[in-house]
């Protein structure tokens, strides 16, 4: 059970209540999840590989649709079926590669021959002022190819076109991976900013802590599917004992591999599914998409 953040109240900025997400009904990801995150926090999501961090972002992101209107609220409004919420700009969500789902082909990368200056001057109703500072932080030339570039290049493009507009709450998904340490201190000071100054509240999944102790507020612990920790990074006992953000996640991950491994039961005997005779069960024939 995690740790109730002492903070928690009427003006969160993140609330989700008894949430239940399933990508496979009888494997569901979340069972009865909450998370209460206070305007202008600016939020670490860490966890193993698996442990539902996109899922849960994608979630905030209104990309699912999950239980009713009050299961999962963004500014105290329905991420998914408040469309505005995502068209206002009050909600963005960068995360994953630039790509676009096509039928049975899955993610394929963008690869028209576009400039920078195309990408980002296309974004409309955006405040001049703010674009010459993001280009100028992220240090985009305008004058790139969309698919020449590099892929730090193409994901600073990306990022600059997110933040275009004054996001109220910022979801982020490893999207610093491929930047280098110049842009991704840059990025994190003008996050930083935008959340003393404005009041905005950002959710960072991240694996690399480089820097990251004294830039967030709150950190989430996700330990598959359940929120093992909610707390403000003042509160974390550990940190005060420990030389880093770094070594005290990962003694949090190596717990959670020794406490697997002891629950680990013998693999139960075969057993037929409904799905045996469906043509959409894997197989050999599959491969061919690969
Ligand atoms: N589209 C999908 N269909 C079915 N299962 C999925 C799908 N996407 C993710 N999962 C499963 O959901 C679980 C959580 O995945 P998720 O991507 O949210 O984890 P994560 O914490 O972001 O992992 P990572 O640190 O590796 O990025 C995993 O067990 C994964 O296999």
Redesign the pocket.
């Known amino acids: 059970m995690a740790e109730k953040d002492a903070t928690a109240s009427g003006d969160d900025a993140i609330r989700v209540s008894g949430m239940q997400f399933a990508?496979?009904v009888e494997d569901p990801?979340f069972f009865d999840f909450n998370l209460d995150l206070p305007a202008g926090s600016r939020c670490l999501l860490v966890?193993?590989?698996?442990?539902?961090?996109?899922?849960?972002?994608?979630i905030l992101a209104g990309k699912h649709m999950v239980g009713g209107k009050n299961v999962v609220q963004v500014l105290s409004r329905s991420a998914f079926h408040d469309t505005q919420l995502v068209c206002s700009g009050d909600l963005s969500y960068l995360g994953g590669s630039w790509s676009k789902t096509v039928g049975s082909a899955g993610e394929v990368p963008l690869q028209g021959d576009f400039s920078a200056e195309h990408m980002i001057f296309g974004v409309e109703g955006t405040d001049p002022v703010r674009r010459e500072k993001l280009i100028d932080l992220l240090d985009i030339n305008l004058q790139w190819r969309m698919h020449k570039v590099s892929d730090g290049q193409k994901r600073r493009v990306q990022i600059c076109m997110g933040l275009l507009h004054p996001f109220k709450v910022l979801l982020l998904?490893?999207v610093t991976v491929d930047l280098d340490v110049v842009a991704r201190m840059d990025l994190l000071e003008f996050f930083k900013e935008e959340c003393d100054q404005r009041g905005a509240t950002i959710v960072y999944?991240t694996?690399i802590f480089d820097g990251l102790e004294t830039w967030a507020t709150h950190l989430a612990y996700?330990q598959d599917?359940e929120l093992n920790r909610l707390s403000k990074m003042t509160d974390i006992e550990e940190l005060k004992t420990s030389p880093n953000l770094l070594s005290v996640v990962e003694s949090w991950l190596r717990s959670e591999i020794k406490l697997v491994k002891k629950k680990k039961k013998p693999v139960a005997p075969w057993k037929p599914s409904p799905f045996d005779n469906s043509p959409f069960r894997s197989s050999r024939h599959m491969a061919y998409y690969r």
Request: net charge negative; proline share 0%; aromatic share 4%.
């Open positions: 990508y496979e990801i966890g193993a590989n698996g442990s539902g961090k996109t899922t849960l972002l994608k998904d490893e999944a694996h996700i599917g």
